[in-house]
Every structure is written in structure tokens, then in C-alpha cells.
DNA sequence: TTGCGATGCGAACACTGTACGCACAGCGGA
DNA sequence: TCCGCTGTGCGTACAGTGTTCGCATCGCAA
């Protein structure tokens, strides 16, 4: 006789009264953030919803509003909730290759740990900044500052948008490749015939299929590979413009 | 006496029957993709729903999935659709540098052209590869291959990535901007004391808010010259890796 | 003329985000 | 002890969404 939480109760008697037991800390706009993002990570951006989510935390649809405005806010305060998640290292580094290295590499695994993450930065972008998004610009322009770049800003557009396009596109493509429920390399040879035979009189994307067919052994590798490659390239443009 | 279109009828007379004025040039795939187009250019991607494209096309919304099969779909066909904008130069462009360069402009301004481009980006990616997509990539493809680069791909990816990345923060920016409905200029000195207020315990960010203060006069040309800027960037990263 | 496949569409279903107003808890002051 | 106030939860409701289903109607082939 212990449950009964929360049924419409039509009876007026002070008896059947719920009692209101506190089965959650309370409803609070950090709870509400953080079992969000849960769910993200969970069940992919489209299935949250603000009835699962109160439903998740034993509260009414209609009670989040309390704390947060609407649910493009809800979904802003879980990007720069996640922002605090990219470690960019202090800005005496020794090394600075390998501390841009580092940075780069910390925002793409958050963007893979977080794939609907992508979805937000196309939506809302970087215009509205939270604090953690705006202490990672801050460490980032002190890093570039610190290691003597002429033009920060433009070192860091450069390097900050090769991650942030490299990595979308990967989290969009982990997206898909969830949303088919099954393993990268079970998806990507279910999709290379059809996509083989689509690129039939296209020669040099038919070669790049045609290799990619072979190497389905280690997916994850082949991505970290691409990403590191690719990025090198871009920091050693950065290095041409360093003074001496 | 003309009118009376799609008004329901339940007088079962031949001549009060509505006769199927053919205004529009029927429905088909590509008639909805391109209304579909025009809608999303003009009010944005969250007003784009099935019956007020079913109604801009005098037809009733579940009449569209006769061509359509989902909305995703529809989606993915306009997405590659507009990709039939993007110009890439032949492979015999005398001057690579040139020729990547005007691809990567292309691309971002046919991002900027349609800003729910990069919305769509963030939800569906690259994986499924419509015919215009594919045909970009070949011919990027082949421009990087004839340059003589020892591993196209990767180089591709740092181009585009960082093209992806840009144009995609780019407008989501604009995007913001434009539900605003204020000019680019107006937002910008609207929102430029809150952001200064935010960060006034991160030096480098302060300094470069100070700095954008001054230069909103032209955020076009300003925002233009940022991306040619990185681009040359990683530009020389790439020239690095070519032989001889 | 008959039949058939393709097309349009009204009604309906299961959801969505969110406004509104009531119910109640805790609390400071009378 | 009672009052009122403020902050919190939530049931109801509204306007809208994507999509399914089955019926009506069309042009065309036999």
C-alpha cells in the first residue's frame, strides 16, 4: 500500500492525500540539464521529448518550464553543458603542436560522445555562449596568443573549423549508423554495394570505394587516422606563420 | 464565379464539381523538392512543415507522399538538389591553388545561400550520397588527384572539413540573425554589451569583443575575408605535401 | 465500355511544445 | 495561530506536427 504516486486523486479526504514523497532531489534546472543529456546520448535528439523527460524524472511535462524557458534553452544549456567536457591545455605549454593536437582531439571525441551535439551547433551555433563554451574560447585564444601566432584569430578559425567540420560530419554518420542498430562495419557493407554501384561512372570515387571495401576491419581506427592526418596538414599551414 | 478551388464539396452535382483547374503544372518529385527549396530559403528551416507545402502547392499535404516518401526524404533531396549549386573547376585548372580555392568559395556560399543546409548537415551528413553530391565529390576528387597530391584524400578532408566548418558556423550564425529580424550589423551591437559583460573575467575574449566593436561596419566583407584568411592557411599546410 | 493503376485528399491517430490556472508547501510577519 | 505571499508542481487544453488509411477520381490500355 505503499505507492499510489501520482494518480489523479478526485477523493477530497486528507487520508488519500499523495503525501508528496521526495523520490527525486527535487526538480532543479541542473537535474533537468544533466537527465537531458542522458537521454541524448541514450536515445539520439529526436527522441527526447519534454513529456519523456519530466516522465524520466517522475514529474509532470509542464513542470520543467519552472526552470527552464523553452526547450531550444533546454537544448543550449546541454551544448555548454557538454563545452566544459573539451580539456584544452594551459597556454605555457611547452609544445605547442601538441597541445593544439590535444584540444583538437578533446572537441572531437566530446562530438562523438555526444553526437547530437552537431545537431545543436547547426542549429544554434556558437552565437549565444554559456560559460563553459566561452572558458574554452578563452583558453584557446590564450594558448594561441601564448605560442606567437601574428593573426590568433585566424589560426584559430582555421583549426577550430577544420575540427568542428570534421567532426560533425563524423557524428552525423555515427548517428546514422546508430539509428540502423548495427555496427559500423555491419552498416558500411550492407551500404557499399548499393553505393559501389551508384558511383559506377564516377572512376575516382568508385577507387575510393573500392579501397574502402577492404580496410572494414577497424573502422574507429581508420577515422582517428583520417582525423589526425588531415589535421596535421592544417597545423602545419599554422606553423608557417609563426614569426622565426 | 471562378473561384470556389478546393472548397469541400458535398453537393453531389456533376456541375458544381471542381473540375481540376490545372494551376499548378501537377504535382511531382521535383516541383515539391524545388517548392520545398524556395520555402526553406525564405522562412527557415522549423517553418517548413507538410501541409503549408502541400497548401503552397494547392494540394493537401498527404498528397505529397505519393512522391515523397517522408519528410527526412524530402529532406535529403533538397539537400542534394542545392549541392548542384556548387562549382568545382576541371581538373586542368593551371593554377590548383586557384581552382580549390574557388571550389571551397562555392561551396560556402551556397551554404550561406541556404542556412538550413547546415541544419540538414548536422542531422543526416554525408552518408547517403544523392547523384549532385556524388558528382561534387568526384569532381573535387579528381581536381586533388590531377594536382598530384600523394594522398587525396586527406587532403580533401582538410579542405572541406574546415569549409564544412566554417560555412556551417557561418549560418547558424546567420540563421540567428535573421529570426532576429534585424540586419546583421543591428544584432551584433544589440547583443555586443551582454557578451562584454559575460566576459569580463576572460582578458582575451574582452579584447576581442572590444575589437569587433569597432569593425561593425561591413560584418560581410568582414566575415568574407575571415574565411579566405584560414583558408590560405590551410592552403599552405597543403602545398607543404606536394612533391617536388 | 470496362477495368486498372496512379494520383489526390479528408479524416484520423499519436505526438509535439507550450500557456494557463489551480493546488499546495513553506515562510515571514501580525 | 492565522494571514497572505511566493515558488513549485501539474492537469488540462490548444494549436500544430508527421504520417496512415481508405475512398474518390482521373487518364489510359484492352
Excluded at 2 to 30: C, G, H, Y
Excluded at 34 to 62: Q, V
Excluded at 65 to 94: G, N
Aim: hydrophobic share 45%; no cysteine.
Amino acid at each position: 500500500m505503499a505507492a499510489a504516486k501520482s494518480k489523479p486523486n478526485p477523493i477530497p479526504s486528507v487520508w488519500a492525500r499523495p503525501q508528496r514523497e521526495p523520490d527525486q532531489p527535487a526538480l532543479s534546472r541542473d537535474v533537468i540539464v544533466r537527465e537531458a543529456i542522458a537521454m541524448l546520448d541514450a536515445e539520439g535528439i529526436e527522441a527526447l521529448s519534454m513529456r519523456k523527460l519530466g516522465a524520466r524524472l517522475n514529474a509532470g511535462a509542464t513542470s520543467l518550464y519552472r526552470h527552464v524557458a523553452t526547450k531550444d534553452e533546454l537544448m543550449e544549456l546541454a551544448l555548454d553543458a557538454v563545452a566544459a567536457e573539451i580539456h584544452v591545455p594551459p597556454s605555457d605549454s611547452p609544445d605547442w603542436r601538441a597541445a593544439v593536437t590535444e584540444a583538437a582531439h578533446s572537441f572531437r571525441a566530446t562530438a562523438l560522445r555526444h553526437p547530437w551535439l552537431s545537431s545543436v551547433l547547426g542549429q544554434a551555433g556558437l552565437a549565444y555562449l554559456g560559460p563553459n563554451l566561452m572558458a574554452f574560447s578563452e583558453r584557446l585564444a590564450s594558448l594561441f596568443i601564448a605560442v606567437g601566432f601574428p593573426d590568433p584569430s585566424g589560426a584559430i578559425d582555421a583549426v577550430l573549423s577544420y575540427t568542428i567540420g570534421m567532426s560533425t560530419t563524423e557524428a552525423a554518420w555515427l548517428s546514422t549508423v546508430a539509428r540502423s542498430g548495427e555496427t559500423e562495419a555491419e552498416f558500411i557493407n550492407r551500404l557499399l554495394p548499393a553505393a559501389q554501384q551508384a558511383a559506377a561512372d564516377h572512376d575516382h570515387l568508385a577507387d575510393s570505394y573500392r579501397e574502402a571495401a577492404v580496410r572494414t576491419a577497424d573502422p574507429v581506427k581508420l577515422r582517428d587516422d583520417k582525423f589526425a592526418y588531415a589535421l596535421e596538414i592544417v597545423l602545419d599551414g599554422l606553423a608557417l606563420r609563426l614569426p622565426d
